[in-house]
DNA sequence: GTACCCCTGTGGTCTGACCACATGCGGTAC
DNA sequence: GTACCGCATGTGGTCAGACCACAGGGGTAC
């Protein structure tokens, strides 16, 4: 049995205390210098702890007074997931083409589920998920569970908008049948994913020879899954997503939807 | 543009170095004394970004000295996201249910990939994946790719096994698949599930009603898997595998989540 | 040649201090 | 009574310096 670290013991107990529900989501923990004589612990290893708390999206700490500073209880799984997947990305030892066709594995799965959910009418609420609060979701709720994806959708096909604006509008697009799809899990896997691969879908975006084309093309791609998704046909859905992706990455010259497509999956 | 907290240019730093490739697997980073004198930093900010780095899975800190000791680069990105996962049940805003049903996502997903490589020949090497050295893989190769799976099957099956080992050997027959898939995300994030909900699986096991009975039913449907991903049968191995877990959580009283969630963190 | 011991460098931890910041209270001017 | 202003207060952010336990390696005594 080997000797706990003294910010192992912080993490540990806050741990504890979060299973047993001491905070609630949007609470506060105690500040640093009360958590730390509460431990008895030095304020530098209450610190480290709740810095691993932050790097996980546990909590969001924040300066100053009221009720809004302190370390705030949040619900950002993404936010760990990605640093973790990001860093390791970076080191090198994570190679792109595999969180690529993870993120093709995990977008099919979320489409096609999405798609079955619909046609059973079993689509979560807009506040189904708790406060996760990642973006304001103020779309007019029209009564149909694919407004949002509509409305995101129309949004990318206004007349001169903008590569980064229309990337931004197809994640979220992309994100809201994750939604849809009703796996917090899922979707936070694959909003970290998203950012640990932001920057080479950006980089890809710039290289490619013919953007007016291509957009074109990912509209009428997006347009076909929407209405699949709308159909209820589960493996229309997640066929039409798997070659929207791959066809990208393989466009952008990322190569990583090919193995997949190798693979069958679908 | 805000400004950087100082441990975030700490570990911005270390990650472009990183990506840089100013370290490789198995090097030592400078000491957190020389790092904060070459980032103009104190020690503790340096701390903080190296707490982040571990909990993610990038490095790992020794005390010493020699060349086990510091901060040593490694490759275990199942540790921080298994982390993050479990933190965020522990905070109760992640249903365990929604970790399950990731988990036969992914489970479903490898096994079908690992039947479409075997049938192709497209298995990786034994180190192809690096120096990640999770445990020991000392099995004898015989020459077949299945050879590690169906070492651990063979243990399973030797009388008098506990329910503990059989469990371990369980998981790690899993793994084995995930490794033959060829992704190491994916290996990682299982990895990192099976970490993330180990101790509700053990309670779940303790709650069956008839051991023997069950691990009988396990052993014959770890068989079957195992025959049809060496028969190259994709849907057959995504078809069994799923029925095989889900199964398994509904006998132990898992599927619902929700109960599941109230027995653990009451 | 061998066994022992101390020197050195590592992370781990603590103490105490100061800073910037955001809030909210209380005083003040009107 | 109302509106405004400014400072007290408590928060995280950061730093400096110190001491400790630990593991290795080299020098020394035999």
Redesign the interface.
């Known amino acids: 049995m080997t000797v706990m670290r003294t910010?192992e013991r912080v993490l540990a107990q806050i741990?504890?205390d979060?299973?047993?529900?001491r905070w609630a989501?949007g609470e506060r923990l105690p500040g640093e210098r009360a958590l730390a004589e509460e431990i008895g612990v030095s304020r530098?290893s209450v610190?480290?702890a709740v810095?691993?708390?932050e790097?996980?999206?546990?909590v969001r700490t924040a300066v100053g007074s009221g009720p809004t500073a302190g370390a705030v209880?949040i619900?950002r799984?993404a936010a760990?997931?990605g640093?973790?997947?990001?860093?390791?990305v970076?080191?090198?030892?994570?190679?792109v083409s595999?969180?690529v066709?993870?993120r093709v594995?995990?977008e099919t799965?979320a489409m096609r589920e999405a798609a079955e959910r619909v046609r059973g009418g079993r689509v979560p609420g807009e506040v189904g998920g708790?406060a996760r609060g990642d973006r304001a979701r103020d779309r007019a709720d029209d009564g149909s569970p694919l407004a949002g994806a509509r409305r995101l959708l129309a949004e990318m096909e206004e007349p001169g908008v903008s590569s980064l604006d229309f990337i931004a509008r197809d994640q979220d697009f992309h994100l809201e049948f994750a939604r849809i799809a009703g796996?917090?899990?899922?979707e936070?896997?694959m909003l970290g994913l998203r950012g640990a691969i932001g920057a080479y879908v950006a980089e890809g975006v710039s290289r490619l020879p013919d953007w007016p084309t291509t957009s074109a093309r990912l509209r009428t791609e997006h347009r076909a899954i929407l209405e699949a998704v709308a159909a209820g046909d589960g493996p229309a859905a997640e066929r039409l997503t798997r070659e929207h992706i791959e066809g990208f990455y393989a466009e952008a010259g990322l190569a990583g939807g090919t193995?997949f497509t190798?693979?069958?999956?679908g």
């Open positions: 910010h741990e504890a979060l299973a047993a529900g989501l530098a610190r480290e810095r691993i708390l790097a996980a999206g546990i209880v619900d799984p760990g997931l640093t973790a997947v990001r860093l390791h970076a080191s090198g030892a994570l190679p595999d969180v066709a993870t594995l995990l799965w708790g796996n917090q899990l899922v936070a896997f193995k190798e693979a069958g999956c």
